[in-house]
């Protein structure tokens, strides 16, 4: 056990280092087998969708639940919850309607006027030499 324990004291950092590796490598596999998951659910809809096209049955029970048991990515519209309506709770208009106001009163300025443009102001004092 003293050998063991002497070789760990020496070479820590290498072994530091291994272990750093072996995480990135688990971290590296475990996101491709996502990716690599997505994709295949994301294949299967595609093709229950050109499967569902080529046949021509368009609003048939039988058909979706044959293409949910096939996959359990696939989304029956039985899955996928109401939307309602929403409710608004503040009193003051929401930020995008202030945005789009905004934006027409930007929108309704005139284009040019006797004055040079703020952002040539801006570069001609950037310019200009400091005691000036």
């Known amino acids: ?11 820590w950092y290498a072994l530091g280092n291994l272990f750093l590796q072996f995480g990135f490598l688990a971290a590296g596999v475990r996101f ?3 990716i690599l998951r997505t994709m295949r659910a994301s294949q299967e809809q595609v093709g229950a969708l ?5 046949t021509g049955e368009r609003h048939s ?3 979706e639940r044959s ?19 929403q409710e608004f709770l503040e009193s003051s208009p929401s ?20 004055n040079a443009a703020p952002w040539r102001r801006a570069i001609k004092w950037l310019q200009a030499p400091a005691g000036s």
Do not use: D
């Open 61 to 63: 029970s039988s058909a």
């Open 32 to 34: 491709a087998r996502e």
């Open 95 to 114: 930020r995008w309607v202030v945005a789009c106001h905004s934006l027409v009163v930007w929108l309704q300025t005139p284009m040019s006027s006797g």
């Open 50 to 54: 050109l499967k569902l096209s080529a």
């Open 67 to 85: 293409f949910a048991n096939a996959s359990p990515y696939w989304l029956t519209p039985m899955e996928i919850p109401p939307v309602g309506p």
């Open 1 to 11: 056990m003293s050998e063991f324990t002497t070789w760990m004291q020496s070479n």
